[in-house]
């Protein structure tokens, strides 16, 4: 989702978007304008010159995406996060769970030097942990759909991966995470590396996923 823009529609969001640092009414959001990979790479530049973003669709084969989804759960089902008798590669989580419990990393719950018992301690330990595990580093991260479009859309003629990414996990009626931008990825706006966020199965409008400022390069220059 995106700060809203004429073109755009919310007509299918029933309520408020709660944030860390507040609500958000529905006439201040909108959808991200979806593009699809198979798309001609000039209008896909285009749209990325103006937009500063590129929504894809399909990039990744869906069965792929489930498969890392599936391999994440069931590495952190020591946990007890999981809904008891459901499929990991649903992410159900247990309602019976105390939410302290399972700040993770994407929760402003989470404090490293406060966790509650061994359940905490577990949870935070296993979702720093998954970020090395083979299924996730070797296959997910550098899949070749991902690598190859970069290469593709940016033209750069040495494209090479940062060793270091970021899950965001987030459970229900946990607070979600506060405004900010990409300090580790991004620094300043520099032209020389791109952000990919990857979705792992599906997910609602609503559930959690990622919001992004309109227009946002340009916050600290005329456009």
């Not at 593009?35 to 103006?50: A, Q, V």
């Not at 509650?116 to 296993?126: E, I, P, R, V």
């Not at 970021?166 to 300090?183: A, K, M, T, W």
């Amino acid at each position: 989702m995106s700060i809203t823009t004429g073109a755009m529609t919310t007509s299918h969001l029933n309520k408020e978007i709660k944030m860390a640092d507040g609500r958000l009414q529905l006439h201040q959001v909108g959808l991200l304008r979806p593009s699809d990979p198979g798309l001609p790479i000039e209008t896909l530049r285009e749209r990325f010159k103006e937009d500063n973003y590129l929504f894809l669709k399909g990039l990744l084969p869906r069965e792929h995406a489930l498969k890392a989804c599936e391999a994440y759960f069931r590495f952190l089902s020591p946990s007890k996060v999981l809904k008891p008798g459901t499929s990991p590669v649903d992410g159900i989580f247990n309602p019976n769970n105390d939410l302290s419990n399972f700040g993770g990393l994407s929760s402003r719950q989470a404090d490293m030097h406060k966790l509650k018992g061994k359940q905490a301690a577990l949870f935070s330990d296993l979702t720093v942990r998954a970020h090395t595990e083979k299924w996730y580093t070797d296959e997910f991260c550098q899949h070749p759909n991902v690598i190859d479009f970069a290469a593709k859309l940016t033209e750069w003629n040495d494209v090479r991966q940062f060793k270091r990414s970021l899950f965001r996990c987030n459970i229900p009626n946990s607070e979600p995470i506060g405004v900010h931008y990409d300090q580790i990825f991004l620094r300043q706006g520099d032209t020389t590396n791109i952000t990919a966020w990857c979705v792992m199965g599906d997910i609602k409008i609503d559930g959690g996923g990622l919001m992004y400022l309109e227009k946002n390069s340009c916050i600290d220059r005329q456009c």
